[in-house]
């Protein structure tokens, strides 16, 4: 059941252009959002959390759109960054404590599990975190009100290999609970490990959105890895 | 509403917004252009904004479950919270002026402006013109406010001027006058004053709106 239609979105800039995009993602699987630095998976992110105006397209969340209705669906889907500090002075537990007011769903007994499982400490600030606990500390606060929909721009770098992996099997275990994860990477082995469906685009274009098995089907040669597919087809599109 | 004020009371904040309150006591100030504490005043909720902006507060904010115009509305409430316990201090430090220390020699030979209700309606002028200029200026881009805010140092200093001086203009003696011998007058000033502060505060708020809703975070 698709849960997330984006369709026909087209954001232009001076020097780069995001060209029809459309996609649906599916209740209860694993997307990965592939593709290069700049080829315009973090605007269709933040168009799809209303932060950028697209010049054309429609997105909606559950059947409903997202204009007009962006506090209600908010409370139902998490987004989650990289490596962005917010309130870089304030302790972590009074940037927790605040948050939660706004989501009636909080989970506190999740939000424990995790800050555990990440070992983050809330008496410290995101100054004194290094790159990979700030993420880890997006994340927390991204799996800590119950949403259905996990929206994660570059989730997993900048992360250690264990905790990398770690993080997939949470995206696992997520989905397994009926979650959607929708995750950008360029790092395409994670895809690999976890992903049901790739969406692929390069340079503005959606390139393939499909079931990573039909994808490896219809574009991967013989013995070729997910990664060397993809890096084979960035290159010949570029040449 | 009432979370989207804690989140400014106790993330966006800075300590300097509290702490700039107390410039509201330079109403007790003889000799001193009584009014540059309301401006002071403003100087504070500009720490907040500015140390907002270094925390990537506004992105911050608009990924909540929150309506675009809330954000804005948060802005407002804190900077209105701020401005009016500043109010509410000089208020109070009017009325002591104006009664227990009416006989104060250093008062009563103030070649300056009188901390009276017109130089409270004064007050809310300029409040006003903060939110109009300033915040109203910040939301055209989230982002810069050197530009909004230099433009309210201007228009804050060119009202402190003629409050200043209008008192020295012959006719214009009564709204200086120290006691309660024109306070009718000058309570009318102040109904002036917290009228345009209603009226450039709501005004602004409906022009960020707009403009928050525009662009691209």
Not at chain 2, 14 to 26: K, N, T
Not at chain 2, 75 to 101: D, N, P, W, Y
Request: positive net charge; aromatic residues 12%; glycine residues 8%.
């Amino acid at each position: 059941m698709s849960i997330v239609t984006v369709k026909g979105l087209r954001k232009e800039y001076p020097s780069f252009r995001l060209n029809d995009v459309s996609f649906e993602l599916e209740k209860g699987r694993i997307t990965g959002f592939a593709g290069r630095n700049g080829s315009g998976k973090t605007t269709t992110i933040k168009s799809m959390l209303n932060l950028i105006h697209p010049n054309a397209g429609e997105i909606t969340y559950f059947g409903i759109p997202l204009i007009g209705n962006e506090a209600q669906i908010k409370q139902r889907i998490s987004y989650s960054t990289g490596t962005v500090s917010w309130y870089p002075r304030k302790k972590l537990r009074d940037i927790v404590s605040v948050t939660k007011r706004f989501y009636p769903n909080w989970d506190d007994s999740a939000y424990q599990s995790y800050r555990k499982l990440f070992a983050l400490e809330e008496n410290k600030t995101p100054l004194e975190l290094s790159e990979g606990m700030k993420v880890k500390f997006n994340l927390l606060l991204a799996l800590s009100h119950r949403s259905q929909i996990l929206i994660l721009d570059e989730p997993t770098s900048g992360l250690d290999p264990f905790s990398r992996d770690e993080l997939l099997d949470i995206f696992t275990g997520l989905r397994d609970k009926g979650v959607s994860v929708f995750f950008s990477t360029h790092i395409i082995s994670d895809l690999e490990k976890c992903a049901d469906d790739i969406i692929y685009i390069s340079a503005g274009t959606i390139r393939a959105a499909m079931s990573v098995r039909s994808f490896q089907d219809s574009f991967s040669l013989s013995g070729e890895t997910l990664e060397q597919t993809v890096l084979r087809l960035e290159k010949e599109a570029r040449t | 509403m009432k979370n989207i004020l804690k989140k400014e009371l106790t993330l966006s904040a800075s300590v300097l917004s509290y702490l700039f309150i107390a410039f509201g006591l330079l109403f007790l100030v003889p000799g001193y252009p009584i009014l540059c504490g309301v401006f002071f005043v403003t100087l504070g909720i500009f720490q907040s904004f500015q140390s907002a902006r270094e925390a990537n507060d506004v992105v911050f904010s608009a990924l909540l479950p929150v309506a675009k115009k809330d954000i804005v509305k948060g802005k407002f409430l804190f900077s209105c919270f701020i401005e009016l316990c500043a109010m509410l201090l000089m208020t109070g430090v009017t009325a002591v002026r104006m009664t227990l220390l009416k006989d104060a020699a250093v008062y009563k030979s103030n070649a300056l402006m009188n901390a009276n209700p017109f130089a409270l309606g004064v007050a809310f002028f300029i409040f006003g013109l903060f939110n109009l200029l300033f915040i109203g200026g910040f939301f055209r881009t989230a982002y810069r406010f050197a530009r909004p805010f230099v433009t309210h140092i201007i228009a804050a200093f060119l009202v402190i001027g003629a409050g200043e001086t209008l008192h020295h203009i012959p006719g214009l003696e009564s709204l200086n006058a120290f006691g309660f011998e024109h306070f009718s007058l000058q309570l009318l000033l102040l109904a002036l004053g917290i009228l345009s502060y209603l009226f450039l505060t709501a005004l602004s708020y409906r022009g960020a709106c707009r403009s928050f809703e525009r662009i691209d975070l």
